[in-house]
């Protein structure tokens, strides 16, 4: 009876959903020994782009799915089928009678032996900053045109014919204020058990050839893995089409007024009456992502120490940096804005302040919409007799763009083991202890939701910057004093805002002594707004440096110590 039952239920399930299944090869010339990785398949409606570039967590997303692939052969078909795992539709079993476009690509995996003695398998950054769409040696295929009938028998073959090529050399994009520094890092090699770099692009000041005796201070504007050093142009713009659209802004011609802000910080920066300061942005993708945040983690390792007692002391010695606590500042915004929090925080002694714009979640009892110490689920609001999705995004009106879900589901398609390259993903290989296989704990299954606590708890006490502040405030407290400035949209994108709120909460009332902090809030300002009241949204997020560095200046001239060399680098 259970045998005619499970027959019975397999002609229904078969004859109800598609069977298609696709089978995937590359070939030999790409690479003579076996590979390991992230096999994804891509399904969309429409060819304006390639399928891969169709793919958002946002409304209007095509298909992806993914399945892990390891010591695949060349000339070996590997098979994405009903079990890859699949964003937005979870099964290719779902995917409707149609015509698509479909295209396979391989995101390459490593093998790493840390010194922790786990041996993991993760996409090392070959110089893009961790993003699988142009890493070099990534192999993907021409899309092609398929028919899917659910009911019958479907069977697709795929070659991945193409692969990224190799990216320029960094060195190419030097000049005469902007130069590129790379170090191996002996901290991170000891723990990822091979070479590890640090890089950095370094804005050096205007007369910096003409003054040998001048000793500058240094400032690290934190943020994502920069391929140049940002906004910054010095020449006219040259863009004279307009029509490209920003939607964000319901602004056309954005890159033209990029490529004039950028222009127009060269010529303020090299004019008579600017702070004459050296500006670093550090490249430190990490194999789970863009960047490491800037701290130690058991997953990533001490990049914390490595960028700090490393990589700053190198730079400051090649290009004449004071290479003291109170002339060395930071600021960002996003993750920029948490690590140059994170970095005042973990490192109080080695930084003068830091202006900390938009920063990502800086208390988890507002990780977005999520409490992480309350709540059960990270994806719905809990009741009796209904879940309530939480919302992920939103824009400067409220209306939601996705859904928490939304944005982990896509995560959990493009690469599991936090190896997506996401924005979740980084946060709990960060913050989360390293589990027993070698890889980040989940701080919430990553397909129903669902909390670990005790992860929660691991957050708490090593990355929840405002308990850790509150924590340690008689130790900090000294220290901190009117270093910390905050800046963020009151309608940010990710309610990021609702962390700061916190935050601020606590730095009013923070006695013995007091903060002596500066926290601000942009009306209807969306992510990235950087403190400027006079300025939209769309230009204030281009002026990091424009608007931070007199404020550093002022900073210097008000909390300098005695003998402190305030002069050298004043022409």
Known sequence: MRLLFLLLFSVFYLSGFSQTRFQVTFREKFSRIPLDGRLLLFVSTSNKTEPKNQVTEEAGSQLVFGVDVENWKSGQTKPVDASAFGYPIRSLSKLPAGDYWVQAFLHRYETFHRADGHTVKLPMDRGEGQQWKSAPGNLFSVPVKVRVDPK????????????????????????????????????????????????????????????????????????????????????????????????????????????????????????????????????????????????????????????????????????????????????????????????????????????????????????????????????FLESPWKRTPRPGKRDYLGHVKCTIEDMNHLEMALGNHSRSGGQWDIWEAVYSPCGPDGYPKRIFDKVSGQIDSTVALHWRENYDLLHIVKRDWAKLGPKLQGKIHLYCGDMDNYYLNNAVYLMEDFLKTAKNPTADSEVTYGDRAEHCWNGDPTLPNYLSRLHYNSMYVPKILNLIERHAPAGADVKSWRY
């Open 152 to 379: 019958g028998v479907n069977l697709v073959k795929i070659s991945l014919e193409k692969e990224n090529p190799p990216l320029p050399d960094p060195k190419t994009k030097e000049s005469k204020y902007v130069k590129h520094v790379k170090i191996r890092s002996e901290k991170l090699s000891k723990f990822w058990g091979r070479d590890m770099f640090l890089s950095a692009w370094v804005l050096l000041p205007e007369g910096f050839d003409q003054h040998p005796e001048a000793r500058y201070p240094l400032c690290i504007n934190h943020g994502h893995f920069p391929s140049e050093f940002g906004s910054w142009r010095e020449s006219l713009p040259t863009t004279t089409d307009t029509s490209d659209y920003i939607a964000r802004f319901n602004l056309y011609g954005y890159k033209r007024i990029q490529e004039q802000e950028a222009y127009t910080f060269y010529k303020n920066w090299t004019g008579p009456d600017f702070p004459r300061m050296l500006i670093i942005e550090i490249q430190h993708a990490t194999p789970f992502y863009d960047d490491s945040y800037a701290v130690n983690s058991a997953n990533i390792g001490p990049y914390g120490d490595a960028i700090t007692y490393e990589l700053i002391p190198a730079i400051e010695k090649q290009f004449r940096g004071i290479g003291q606590g109170w002339a060395r500042f930071l600021y960002g915004g996003s993750t920029g804005g948490w690590e140059a929090l994170a970095a005042q925080v973990f490192y109080p002694d080695e930084y003068g302040g830091c202006f900390a714009a938009c920063p990502d979640p800086i208390s988890f009892s507002a990780y977005t919409s999520i409490d992480l110490y309350r709540d059960k689920n990270a994806y």
